[in-house]
């Protein structure tokens, strides 16, 4: 009967068509129509809404937030995944202005502001940025197990961590979904092996499921690859597969590798120059270039191939932002120096095999410039406390002193507390974040090895 009287409907509509004038387009069906049409007894009549409400955009926002405390299960599901694909495709969007717009301004500047890593870059002068993880409770992480239970219990059934649903501002699934894994897998936990595999296992298949036929990681949805998001996912998976020796595992972190150099190294005047955030441009930063070098180097060290022009153009871009009478640091070629940058660079340098003494200067200016580790305040700034961790931890003698008691007693003074997830500077990442990186400083005592030479 349901399909008769929907038949009968379709009967009708083209009748009217017909009577419209041969050819002429039907008017298209109104919000609440298609809203309601997502409980029509018909399946047929209930996909087609969905698909037109997702077409009309930004449009249909309202009708379909409305739609979300529907008394229908299946409105409000439906009406889920719609508001989903929209928040993907805005997002995107953003993505796409942000980059080309503010991330090349504020690099010049030397700021690093913003969501953080593959959430959408924010202008400090922009007006009104999404709220969306806005009121949601922080979690607590616990410094024995580096969080890992409360982030279990967080982690979606597809094997991700939904960074919007744990706080931050924009969709970073990938970046926090890797982040995350690179916690488990720093603490011995592989998808063979420890009492969280199963976990590193769903999201080691998260993040190949991820991956493009050319061996990008990106967004679900999203046509445009962002060279941070990749790098992290990259990341991941070259450690992953070194760890465990899964043969699917260690395919995915070989593609990785290769459309990091076909995608984002970049060539200036026939040479190898750092690498850039979008695919095949020509404008490379010391922020994505540093990340590149890590997921290289891991991919290096987990027998990987990895051609050596990576590190050849990574090199002769750090020459190219390094400041040498300051001893410091820009992230683009003719920038300011800033604290940030100085460690990042730091960093690529070490993993590259650059001597202690050499790089001694420069984490020492980089340290006057950073007043010291904290977390949970307002300037609070997680990303640099993981990467200057990093940098001074293999420096090792007063300077790592320095740094790791206020490091411990920021990270234990936080331990527990309902808002231990949140941040300050980077005000956009959320608990997840947070989370992920207070472990993986935690970790920095027996993740990495001594890369420094004597």
Not at 192 to 220: C, F, N, P, T
Request: aromatic share 8%; net charge negative; glycine share 10%.
């Amino acid at each position: 009967m349901r399909q008769f009287v929907w038949a009968g409907s379709c009967f009708v509509w083209a009748c009217m068509c017909v009577w419209a004038g041969e050819g002429a387009a039907p008017e298209k069906p109104s919000l609440e129509t298609l809203i309601r049409q997502l409980s029509d007894d018909a399946f047929e009549v209930r996909e087609a809404a969905e698909t037109e409400l997702g077409k009309r955009g930004e449009e249909a926002r309202a009708a379909v937030v409305a739609g979300l405390s529907h008394e229908d299960p299946e409105v409000r599901q439906r009406c889920r995944r719609i508001d989903r694909m929209l928040i993907a495709k805005h997002a995107e969007a953003a993505y796409v202005e942000a980059v080309h717009a503010h991330w090349p301004k504020n690099l010049e500047s030397g700021r690093l502001t913003g969501p953080l890593l593959g959430a959408v870059l924010r202008n400090e002068a922009e007006g009104e940025a999404s709220k969306a993880g806005a009121g949601r409770s922080a979690m607590a992480w616990n410094a024995t197990d580096f969080g890992f239970t409360d982030m279990k219990g967080l982690q979606d059934s597809d094997g991700h961590w939904d960074a919007m649903r744990l706080g931050a501002e924009r969709p970073a699934d990938v970046d926090l979904t890797a982040l995350t894994l690179l916690s488990y897998l720093g603490s011995g936990h592989t998808e063979k092996v420890g009492a969280y595999k199963l976990i590193v296992r769903s999201s080691v298949g998260w993040l190949i499921e991820r991956q493009r036929e050319d061996g990008a990681v990106r967004m679900a949805g999203w046509t445009q690859v962002d060279g941070v998001s990749h790098a992290l996912a990259g990341l991941a998976l070259a450690e992953a597969s070194g760890m465990a020796r899964v043969p699917e595992t260690k395919v995915a972190a070989q593609r990785a590798v290769d459309y990091a150099l076909a995608g984002h190294l970049v060539v200036k005047d026939g040479q190898p120059f750092g690498f850039s955030r979008v695919p095949l441009a020509v404008q490379p930063d010391l922020f994505t270039t540093t990340l590149f070098v890590m997921h290289l180097k891991s991919a290096k060290v987990a027998g990987l191939a990895v051609k050596p022009e990576a590190f050849e153009g990574a090199i002769r871009f750090l020459d190219a932002v390094e400041h040498k009478e300051s001893k410091r640091y820009a992230w683009i070629p003719g920038g300011k120096p800033s604290v940030q940058a100085s460690f990042m660079a730091c960093l690529a340098r070490q993993f590259m095999g650059s001597k202690k003494e050499e790089l001694l200067p420069y984490a020492e200016a980089a340290l006057a410039d950073f007043a010291g580790p904290t977390t949970g305040q307002a300037e609070s700034d997680e990303l640099t406390n993981w990467i200057g961790t990093l940098v001074l931890f293999q420096q090792g003698g007063e300077l790592w002193k320095t740094w790791n008691e206020k490091l411990k007693g920021s990270l234990c003074s936080e331990q527990g507390k309902a808002n231990a997830g949140k941040s300050g500077q980077w005000s956009g990442c959320g608990a997840g974040f947070a989370s992920s990186l207070n472990a993986l400083c935690l970790e920095v005592y027996y993740r990495y090895l001594p890369l420094l030479k004597d």
